[in-house]
C-alpha cells in the first residue's frame, strides 16, 4: 500500500534544544498531518497542513511548534525550544483529498527529550 | 471541542471468541468513522471505514453505524492471536479538517 517516511525513528535531545521531525508522504497526497502518540495511547491531533498553509491546530501545537514543506520536499515538524513534556512518538500521515480520507501514517519518530 | 469517546478500555476475548468495542463521537457534524488498527510498536493502519446507517461486513470483520446517535462498534468473530492489538475509533466532518482519535481499546487474544 502507499508508504509515508519517517526520518529519524529514534531521536533523544536535551530540554532546551530545537528538534525536525521529517516526513515524506505518499507522492499524491494533498493534505498532511502531524499526531502525537504517548505511551502507545491515545492519537493526539496536533495540526494539518494543505496547500503550503496550516489548516487546523489543536491546543497542542505550543508556539515552539511549526510546520513546513518547503518547495514538495519533507514536510517537517519542528521543535524549538523543546520541554521535557514534547517525550512521545510522533506520526505524520497523508491523506490524498482531506479528512474523509483514510490516513495513511508513517512509523513515527520516538522522542526523548531529557 | 470534539471527543471521540471508546469503549471498554481494554478486553481479552479466547481465541475464537467474538470482540466487540464501540464508539461515540460527541460532534454533531461528524460524518465519518474509521476504524484502525495499531499492533505494539508500529504505526495504526485503516481496517473498516463506515460513513452511511447500517452495516458493514468485510470478512471477520463487521461495522455498524448509527448516524442519529454518532455510534459506531466494531466486532470482530472467530478472534485470532494476530488480532491483539490497540483498536482506534476515528472521526471527522464534513466542512472540517482535523481527524480525531478515541483513546483506543487495546484487545487481548488468549490462545
Known amino acids: 500500500g502507499p508508504k509515508v517516511l519517517q526520518i529519524p525513528s529514534h531521536q533523544i535531545i536535551d530540554m532546551g534544544q530545537m528538534v525536525t521531525l521529517n516526513c515524506d508522504p505518499v507522492s499524491n497526497h494533498l493534505y498532511f498531518y502531524w499526531y502525537k502518540q504517548i505511551l502507545g495511547q491515545q492519537m493526539e491531533f496536533l495540526v494539518n497542513?494543505?496547500?503550503?498553509?496550516?489548516?487546523?491546530k489543536s491546543k497542542l501545537f505550543k508556539d515552539q511548534f511549526s510546520v513546513e514543506r518547503p518547495d514538495g520536499s519533507y514536510f517537517t515538524l519542528k521543535i524549538q525550544p523543546t520541554a521535557l513534556e514534547d517525550s512521545a512518538v510522533y506520526f505524520c500521515a497523508s491523506s490524498l483529498l482531506g479528512s474523509a480520507e483514510t490516513l495513511y501514517f508513517g512509523s513515527g519518530t520516538r522522542l526523548t527529550v531529557l | 471541542q470534539q471527543k471521540v469517546q471508546q469503549s471498554p478500555e481494554s478486553l481479552i476475548v479466547p481465541e475464537g471468541g467474538m470482540a466487540s468495542l464501540n464508539c461515540t463521537s460527541s460532534d454533531r457534524n461528524v460524518d465519518y468513522f474509521w476504524w484502525y488498527r495499531q499492533h505494539s510498536g508500529k504505526s495504526p493502519k485503516m481496517l473498516m471505514?463506515?460513513?452511511?446507517?447500517g452495516e458493514k461486513e468485510e470478512g471477520r470483520f463487521t461495522v455498524h453505524l448509527n448516524k442519529a446517535s454518532l455510534h459506531t462498534s466494531l466486532h470482530i468473530r472467530d478472534s485470532q492471536p494476530s488480532d491483539s492489538a490497540l483498536y482506534l475509533c476515528?472521526?471527522?466532518?464534513?466542512?472540517?479538517?482535523?481527524?480525531?482519535f478515541g483513546s483506543g481499546t487495546r484487545l487481548l487474544v488468549s490462545p
Open positions: 476515528a472521526a471527522s466532518g464534513t466542512g472540517g479538517y482535523k481527524v480525531v
Open positions: 471505514s463506515i460513513f452511511s446507517n
Open positions: 497542513f494543505y496547500n503550503g498553509k496550516v489548516m487546523e
